[in-house]
């Protein structure tokens, strides 16, 4: 790296030929989508900026030739399937999670980032608070909830705080059986199933987008090979 670096600075190679040869190289050996293609290509021409090998913005847009963005037509999903959806949900914390997705029309780490301080069932009409570390204007921002909603999410935490047996071993090896109830942190959030007061909203959306995807081939919206 140190010698290309050298000879681009000596002037034996040109700048605009290397950016342009790592694009026809990534096209030939890797499938990467358009927006990560650019962020690798505009690495590399940092990189070189950082290193004093001066990078002409007019130059580089006629010498660099990117690959064309293919764009492909989305469409909303139905609301006959958003019903069929939230009828097969077999599992109430995936239930509420789709239908506070549904109803607000969150994204799904905000939805995530909720905690049980953030919610205000109490009021009329009652609400949530989204933190603004989650949102994409950086702004605090509450939502307001309908009644089918709020009552869906009592019966969530009506289910997560229920009365349950825990099975522990005591400090002499004896095994110990209780029945408690879970106390109610309000800084944990409301889709964690471990209590905790640093949660992090991150963590939980690998295993509820693999409980989604399971649930949605049983229903044969989609169908895994």
């Known amino acids: 790296m140190d010698k290309l670096l050298q000879q681009l600075k000596n002037?034996?190679?040109?700048?605009?030929?290397?950016?342009?040869?790592?694009?026809?190289?990534?096209?030939?050996?890797?499938?990467?989508?358009s927006i990560t293609f650019r962020d690798k290509i505009v690495t590399v021409k940092t990189f070189l900026e950082y290193n004093d090998i001066e990078i002409s913005p007019r130059k580089f847009k006629?010498?660099?030739?990117?690959?064309?963005?293919?764009?492909?037509?989305k469409e909303a999903i139905d609301k006959n399937d958003i019903v069929k959806i939230l009828n097969g949900c077999s599992d109430i914390k995936l239930k509420t999670y789709l239908m506070l997705l549904a109803s607000l029309g969150c994204r799904a780490t905000e939805a995530l980032s909720i905690r049980n301080r953030d919610l205000k069932l109490e009021l009329i009409p009652p609400r949530i608070t989204?933190?603004?570390?989650?949102?994409?204007?950086?702004v605090d921002r509450?939502?307001?909830?309908?009644?089918?909603?709020?009552?869906?999410?009592?019966?969530?935490?009506?289910?997560?705080?229920r009365?349950?047996?825990?099975?522990?071993?005591?400090?002499?090896?004896?095994?110990?059986?209780?029945?408690?109830?879970?106390?109610?942190?309000?800084?944990?959030?409301?889709?964690?199933?471990?209590?905790?007061?640093?949660?992090?909203?991150?963590?939980?959306?690998?295993?509820?987008?693999?409980?989604?995807?399971?649930?949605?081939?049983?229903?044969?919206?989609?169908?895994?090979?």
């Open 11 to 33: 002037k034996e190679l040109d700048p605009y030929d290397i950016l342009n040869d790592y694009c026809i190289f990534l096209q030939n050996n890797y499938n990467i989508s």
């Open 62 to 73: 006629i010498k660099v030739r990117f690959p064309k963005t293919v764009s492909k037509s």
């Open 163 to 225: 009365k349950g047996r825990i099975c522990y071993r005591d400090q002499s090896g004896k095994t110990i059986t209780e029945y408690r109830t879970p106390e109610q942190n309000p800084n944990e959030l409301i889709f964690s199933l471990y209590q905790t007061d640093n949660p992090k909203p991150e963590t939980l959306y690998n295993n509820i987008a693999i409980v989604f995807a399971k649930t949605l081939d049983r229903i044969g919206l989609i169908t895994f090979p």
């Open 130 to 138: 989204i933190k603004g570390e989650y949102t994409k204007t950086k």
């Open 142 to 161: 509450y939502i307001f909830l309908t009644n089918e909603m709020k009552e869906q999410i009592i019966k969530w935490q009506n289910f997560k705080y």
